[in-house]
């Protein structure tokens, strides 16, 4: 089997991740909620989490980070703290995009046919009642990593939020929160950081205003009906993911060992011959072809005249794992034109994916194109 669908969730997961798995299966009590020692090793494990997340993010203070269910629950969660009007993008997902659209109150930038960002366009549509800049890192369509540094420091100028979807760029693409001033920061465990599904975390700056999102169990001051309004505990209602949070914390060790800039390079070479040999296939069109533009592995294609659906499937029928459609993010094919296409065929590489992969999935490509 060829997986090339790690946009939508990270396979194989590294061997240190299953054995985290298992050691917590069999250690895991209730983090924060006993003093024997099944709890405190679960409330070890939760702290350790959230200071490795703190280290891959550059965060001096890991309580700023709380643990969601997803980059969805993360997302909906840094909506629920937006003010006034909300800025987004045609080229973010529908974790951003239903959200603000049941909340109101907001505008979309669109991208260029390329699926491209402008940050000088984005900073120029901030207006005077915009409270926050909502966007993702980096496209799960064309995979273009986008330039969010100008957009951040115009939003802290101007004393409004700036809010990163990182759940395609983290574990892929370093972001220094000490160089970049993102106020909430929303990421997913099962993607580029080798957790299990279930798993996910929000960063929430000290100078933003919090308010719970949900209503329960903390584990502390159990006298008062009233959440607590402290990070983490203001997100963190009911019991956590322990299990699936013992994997991330060995997801993101590992993608500490191997460095994120390794994995940028492995990737980014990956996706440049394997475009490299796409262009030569007569009938093949590649989305997001911006010279100048930074990608992660993701790679979206189509063939001539055909539903993506029939290439994935042909792929899927040669044991090659992709996705077909339009990947949750509606306005992404407005952007680059493939909706009235049925989307597209999406290839997601990882830095564990090779070369010889490319060459079998090309020469498989080549046969659907030549049957047609
Ligand atoms: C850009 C982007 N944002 C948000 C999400 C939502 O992630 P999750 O489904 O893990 O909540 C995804 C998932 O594919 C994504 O690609």
Not at 121 to 146: F, K, L, P, R, W
Not at 239 to 248: P, S
Not at 322 to 331: D, E, I, K
Request: net charge negative; aromatic share 8%.
């Amino acid at each position: 089997m060829i997986y090339m669908d790690n946009a939508a969730t990270s396979y194989p997961k590294p061997s240190v991740v299953l054995d985290a798995l298992w050691e917590a299966v069999e250690r895991c009590g209730n983090p924060g909620r006993g003093a024997h020692s099944l709890s405190v090793w679960a409330g070890e494990k939760v702290l350790e989490t959230r200071e490795n997340i703190a280290r891959l993010f550059h965060v001096q203070d890991a309580s700023r980070i709380a643990f969601t269910q997803n980059a969805t629950h993360a997302l909906n969660i840094a909506v629920h703290l937006c003010y006034g009007e909300i800025l987004t993008t045609s080229m973010d997902h529908n974790s951003v995009l239903r959200p603000c659209a049941k909340r109101g109150y907001y505008r979309i930038v669109s991208g260029d046919y390329n699926g491209h960002l402008s940050p000088d366009q984005i900073v120029s549509a901030i207006g005077d009642m915009t409270g926050a800049v909502i966007m993702t890192h980096a496209s799960n369509v064309t995979g273009e990593i986008y330039e969010i540094e100008p957009i951040a420091k115009a939003c802290r100028k101007r004393g409004i939020l700036f809010i990163l979807d990182c759940a395609q760029s983290a574990g892929t693409v370093d972001l220094n929160l000490e160089k970049v001033p993102a106020d909430i920061v929303c990421i997913t465990g099962h993607k580029g950081l080798f957790g299990l599904q279930g798993t996910g975390a929000v960063y929430v700056a000290p100078h933003v205003p919090i308010s719970p999102f949900m209503s329960g169990g903390t584990g502390t001051n159990t006298f008062d009906l009233t959440h607590p309004n402290q990070m983490p505990e203001c997100f963190e209602a009911g019991t956590v993911n322990t299990h699936g949070i013992a994997t991330l914390c060995a997801g993101v060790e590992y993608v500490l060992d191997c460095g994120i800039s390794a994995i940028r390079k492995k990737e980014s070479a990956l996706r440049s011959y394997f475009q490299q040999e796409l262009v030569k296939i007569p009938g093949v069109t590649i989305y997001g072809d911006g010279s100048n533009c930074a990608y992660t592995g993701v790679l979206s294609i189509n063939v001539l005249g055909k539903d993506p659906g029939m290439l994935a499937n042909y792929l899927a029928s040669k044991e090659i794992c992709v996705r077909a459609g339009f990947h949750c993010a509606p306005l992404a094919h407005d952007t680059i034109g493939t909706k009235s296409l049925g989307g597209t065929v999406r290839f997601s590489l990882n830095h564990l994916n090779t070369v010889d992969e490319i060459d079998v999935v090309i020469s498989y490509i080549k046969e659907f194109c030549k049957n047609l």
